[in-house]
């Protein structure tokens, strides 16, 4: 069935740092994908989303790029802050959206001042 | 606001003890689900409904159950509660079904079953 594997964490970085945090999927066909994140005591929310290969999606700051030949959907953002210290999952849905969405594991980011 | 509400938000309760968390959204979503987050597992999905009267299995429904009578509420019920329920419970909900729309969570309810 389809899966998502994203990078084990926790990450740990200083204010103003590059960050990378991978995703790769397993999946049939062109399934739309996404990045949720969830800060301390709080729920997910939808970070950014893209819906076809070589899309990119973006948000406060975030990118990632829908590959379809590396089957993967990395986020990254440039120049990370303090308020960026969160949990990160990276989630897939089938091309028709028909089946609920499948997470990753998460990814837990700290940003040191 | 456009919200997903989740009560209570902490709940300690003993084995065997029936208990209700409640998950309401003002969106007129048709498409709510229910999660629960446990270390080094993720998001795993207990149960989901497209619409009102139709609900569907998710990858760990065993111990719990849900109703769907009216479009902005779905109940997780818990008979029979076991310590290994207990985790970090998430409702979901969506305008769609289709989950490519994306999902609006609600803050989370903490359970501990002793």
């Known amino acids: 069935g389809d899966s998502v594997t994203q990078m084990e964490g926790p990450v740990t970085l200083s204010e103003e740092a590059f960050l990378t945090i991978n995703c790769t999927y397993t999946?049939?066909?062109?399934?739309?994908l996404f990045w949720y994140v969830q800060y301390p005591g709080e729920g997910l929310q939808l970070l950014l989303k893209?819906?076809?290969?070589?899309d990119k999606g973006s948000n406060k700051g975030f990118e990632a790029t829908y590959r379809k030949e590396t089957t993967s959907f990395h986020l990254e953002k440039g120049s990370v802050q303090v308020s960026d210290s969160a949990v990160y999952f990276c989630a897939l849905s089938d091309p028709g959206g028909n089946t609920p969405l499948v997470f990753g594991k998460g990814t837990r980011l700290s940003v040191i001042a | 606001e456009a919200q997903v509400t989740q009560n209570p938000r902490y709940l300690i309760t003993v084995t065997g003890k029936k208990l209700t968390v409640t998950c309401s959204q003002n969106m007129n979503h048709e498409y709510m689900s229910w999660y629960r987050q446990d270390p080094g597992l993720g998001l795993r999905q207990i149960y989901y409904?497209?619409?009102?009267?139709?609900?569907d299995k998710g990858d760990v429904p065993e111990g719990y159950k849900v109703s769907r009578k009216e479009k902005r509420n779905f109940p997780l019920i818990l008979e029979s509660p076991s310590p290994n329920q207990t985790s970090l419970y998430f409702c979901?909900?969506?305008?769609?079904?289709?989950?490519?729309?994306?999902?609006?969570f609600g803050s989370g309810t903490r359970l501990t079953v002793v």
């Open positions: 999946a049939t066909g062109y399934p739309s």
């Open positions: 979901a909900s969506s305008t769609s079904h289709r989950a490519n729309y994306g999902y609006t």
């Open positions: 409904s497209m619409n009102v009267e139709v609900t």
């Open positions: 893209a819906t076809k290969a070589d």
